[in-house]
């Protein structure tokens, strides 16, 4: 289903927009907020097939991209390539859901393989380039990088480092005066996603427990579209820091 071409002109009419991780879950439902609010997004991941059914469900202002947004050339070209004013690095790996003893290295440093090393390469480039004044980089954490997650390996870790890397951008970028925001998002574990679904079963299986009854005792789950719909917030604001993400919406982190 295309959107209609009547599509009311929006807050975000003209405005370009860069979402890593777009073809699933969070990222996915980030980018259709985003279009659904006049923008145009490169929608970037592996899987070509999940994008084009993507381009499908949300019309050509979703322009999918198949680069692996972990790699520096790839940030490099398609940073000077869209020029984004708002720039999601939401992409980030499934990690392998055993205690830490049954991580082999690689298996443990897999988030940070993927998901810092790309938060690191296009925050480098957005500073280098740099973005307009008044560009916002959106930069996916994880709650789990309060409390940690003991069956995710170095996941916790990386997406403890990501939040400061928004810090760290932050701070250059008010040093440097050049008005990007960099914000970081910390969402709820969730079954919403395929990578949350995974986590959760561990999670639960760990405790002896079904789904249903773990997830019980966790409040209401986080849906993508209310995740979509945060980062939408988030970039429409005008605020740095880190923000933690669930069912009940954002709270800034002190
Ligand atoms: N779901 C949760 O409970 C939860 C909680 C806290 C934080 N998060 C974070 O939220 C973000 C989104 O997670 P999700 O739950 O929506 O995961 P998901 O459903 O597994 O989606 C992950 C997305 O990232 C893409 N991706 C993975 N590696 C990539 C790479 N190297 N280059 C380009 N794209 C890549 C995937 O597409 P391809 O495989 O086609 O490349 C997919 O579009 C992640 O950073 C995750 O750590 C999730």
Not at 24 to 41: S, Y
């Amino acid at each position: 289903m295309s959107l209609p071409d009547t599509t009311p002109v929006s807050r975000l009419s003209g405005t370009s927009a860069v979402v890593t991780g777009a073809s699933r879950g969070f990222g996915r439902a980030t980018a259709a907020a985003l279009v659904q609010a006049g923008a145009t997004v490169a929608g970037i991941a592996r899987s070509g097939s999940q994008l084009a059914e993507l381009r499908e469900q949300l019309g050509p202002r979703f322009v999918p991209v198949v680069a692996d947004a972990a790699d520096p050339v790839s940030a490099a070209q398609l940073l000077d390539q869209f020029r984004p004013a708002i720039l999601v690095l939401n992409a980030g790996a499934s990690p392998l859901t055993r205690p830490l003893h049954r991580h082999t290295w690689e298996s443990f440093s897999r988030n940070w393989a993927v998901d810092v090393q790309q938060v690191f390469h296009w925050t480098r480039e957005a500073l280098l380039a740099p973005l307009d004044p008044g560009s916002v980089v959106v930069a996916f954490s994880s709650g789990a990088a309060r409390f940690g997650s003991p069956l995710s390996g170095g996941y916790a870790g990386a997406k403890a480092t990501i939040r400061f890397m928004a810090a760290y951008a932050a701070g250059e970028s008010e040093r440097a005066g050049l008005g990007i925001r960099f914000t970081a998002v910390l969402p709820d574990l969730t079954p919403a996603t395929g990578l949350g679904a995974a986590a959760v079963a561990a999670y639960a299986a760990r405790e002896g427990m079904d789904i249903p009854s773990f997830l019980a005792t966790r409040g209401p789950s986080l849906t993508s579209e209310q995740a979509g719909k945060a980062v939408l917030d988030l970039a429409v604001g005008t605020g740095n820091g880190a923000y933690l993400l669930a069912a009940a919406g954002l709270k800034e982190l002190q």
